[in-house]
């Protein structure tokens, strides 16, 4: 019931996202994201579909779940609030990735946006900081002729495979920089795999990229600092929130977070 009722305070928050920018995409890219939430744990994989919306000035990276969800509660935006309240919001799509990832191709750094809990965070990154290491090795990957590139970013070692054949030198999550789309992108140990499952040339507006309220600006590490005292303090934050948890759901909710323990940037 706690979970249910949280959602439906974030559904609500949600509502108020202003749509400040509208972007015309030309180009998606649906990646299949396999993951081990659990570094102890080989069983724990999952997957998600994550989308990658271009044009030829920027890209947009998030989760499909997202995108979905933003479509929503744009078309029912100007519902009346009792049309919204019978809303069964626990069939909603759900994403375990919140962040939102902006390549502008004139600006040297990358925006992402993310999420801890209930507040929105903006901060900036570096491109220059993936430095690649393109080798001869070639592997024709879902049709398409891909050659292999590596390096390391977050933590981990990366082995990409590139296409040509697709002449936008972009890629899922952070990833982008070499001669071509990238195809598909695994760190060594097959913790977080990228590879890309369908290509759509259709136009389509995407406007939902900024939250328009509680938006915090901040840099990378000060982010990750908050992220990092949150998922240790978890109880102690929510209540902060005004929100309380009963006694027999606390230990279930530490258990939950302490398995979500292998991060994509570690």
Request: net charge positive.
């Given at each position: 019931?706690?979970?249910?009722?949280?959602?439906?305070?974030?559904?609500?928050?949600?509502?108020?996202?202003?749509?400040?920018?509208?972007?015309?995409?030309?180009?998606?890219?649906?990646?299949?994201?396999?993951?081990?939430?659990?570094?102890?744990?080989?069983?724990?994989?999952?997957?998600?579909?994550?989308?990658?919306?271009?044009?030829?000035?920027?890209?947009?990276?998030?989760?499909?779940?997202?995108?979905?969800?933003?479509?929503?509660?744009?078309?029912?935006?100007?519902?009346?609030?009792?049309?919204?309240?019978?809303?069964?919001?626990?069939?909603?799509?759900?994403?375990?990735?919140?962040?939102?990832?902006?390549?502008?191709?004139?600006?040297?750094?990358?925006?992402?946006?993310?999420?801890?809990?209930?507040?929105?965070?903006?901060?900036?990154?570096?491109?220059?900081?993936?430095?690649?290491?393109?080798?001869?090795?070639?592997?024709?990957?879902?049709?398409?002729?891909?050659?292999?590139?590596?390096?390391?970013?977050?933590?981990?070692?990366?082995?990409?495979w590139f296409s040509n054949e697709i002449p936008i030198s972009d890629g899922p999550y952070k990833f982008s920089g070499l001669p071509g789309l990238i195809v598909k992108i695994s760190d060594l140990k097959n913790h977080y795999v990228f590879e890309l499952i369908a290509k759509s040339d259709m136009n389509l507006i995407y406007s939902n990229l900024k939250p328009g309220k509680d938006l915090f600006i901040t840099t990378k590490p000060i982010y990750f600092e908050k992220l990092?005292?949150?998922?240790?303090?978890?109880?102690?934050?929510?209540?902060?929130?005004?929100?309380?948890?009963?006694?027999?759901?606390?230990?279930?909710?530490?258990?939950?977070?302490?398995?979500?323990?292998?991060?994509?940037?570690?």
């Open positions: 019931m706690f979970y249910k009722f949280m959602f439906f305070i974030i559904f609500l928050t949600s509502l108020s996202i202003q749509t400040q920018n509208k972007y015309v995409i030309q180009h998606t890219f649906t990646y299949r994201l396999t993951y081990q939430s659990d570094s102890t744990d080989v069983y724990a994989k999952q997957s998600e579909d994550m989308l990658l919306l271009t044009n030829d000035e920027v890209s947009i990276f998030l989760s499909e779940n997202t995108y979905l969800k933003d479509s929503i509660l744009l078309d029912i935006k100007n519902k009346p609030a009792a049309e919204i309240g019978m809303l069964d919001i626990s069939r909603f799509p759900k994403t375990q990735f919140h962040f939102k990832i902006l390549k502008e191709k004139k600006e040297d750094s990358i925006t992402v946006y993310d999420k801890i809990y209930t507040d929105n965070f903006e901060y900036k990154e570096q491109k220059n900081g993936m430095k690649w290491s393109i080798t001869t090795d070639t592997l024709s990957i879902n049709g398409l002729k891909c050659q292999k590139a590596t390096t390391y970013y977050g933590g981990r070692n990366y082995e990409a990092k005292d949150y998922k240790k303090n978890i109880i102690e934050r929510i209540a902060q929130s005004g929100f309380t948890i009963k006694d027999d759901y606390k230990e279930g909710v530490k258990q939950k977070l302490k398995k979500r323990n292998n991060p994509i940037e570690l």
